[in-house]
């Protein structure tokens, strides 16, 4: 059974740092490629970051690029995803998500993914 857990959420003001962590069990982790998406109330899931199996190529949504920073440790099966210079509008709840075959399939597009963590909760206050 594949399970995702996403953690270090909460609320930090405007201009702050926060770290997010998602540990993977149940699936051949450096294997996957590894996303990081978010919600917002009343929008549709966004793409954040991704970085593809064993450590190799990362992407960036535009609105993060620069600010954001993902990263993992296949030997704890866990991804990370820093979050510098945060803005109010990064205010969501942040999803982690594996996808397989991650060379061949698209790593922004959220159908694409597998399996999902529950999510967790950032606020951003002004």
């Known amino acids: 059974q594949v399970q995702l857990v996403e953690s270090g959420g909460g609320l930090v003001q405007a201009g702050g740092c926060l770290s997010v962590?998602?540990?993977?069990?149940?699936?051949?982790?450096?294997?996957?490629?590894m996303g990081w998406f978010r919600e917002a109330p009343g929008k549709e899931r966004e793409f954040v970051a991704a970085?593809?199996?064993?450590?190799?190529?990362?992407y960036y949504g535009d609105s993060v690029k620069g600010r954001f920073t993902i990263s993992r440790d296949n030997a704890k099966n866990t991804v990370y995803l820093r979050m510098d210079s945060l803005q109010p509008e990064d205010t969501a709840v942040y999803y982690c998500?594996?996808?397989?075959?991650?060379?061949?399939?698209?790593?922004?597009?959220?159908?694409?993914?597998?399996?999902w963590g529950q999510g967790t909760q950032v606020t951003v206050s002004s």
């Open positions: 998500a594996a996808l397989a075959r991650a060379y061949s399939r698209s790593h922004s597009s959220p159908n694409e993914y597998d399996y």
């Open positions: 962590s998602c540990a993977a069990s149940g699936l051949p982790f450096s294997s996957y490629g």
């Open positions: 970085m593809m199996p064993r450590g190799g190529i990362t």
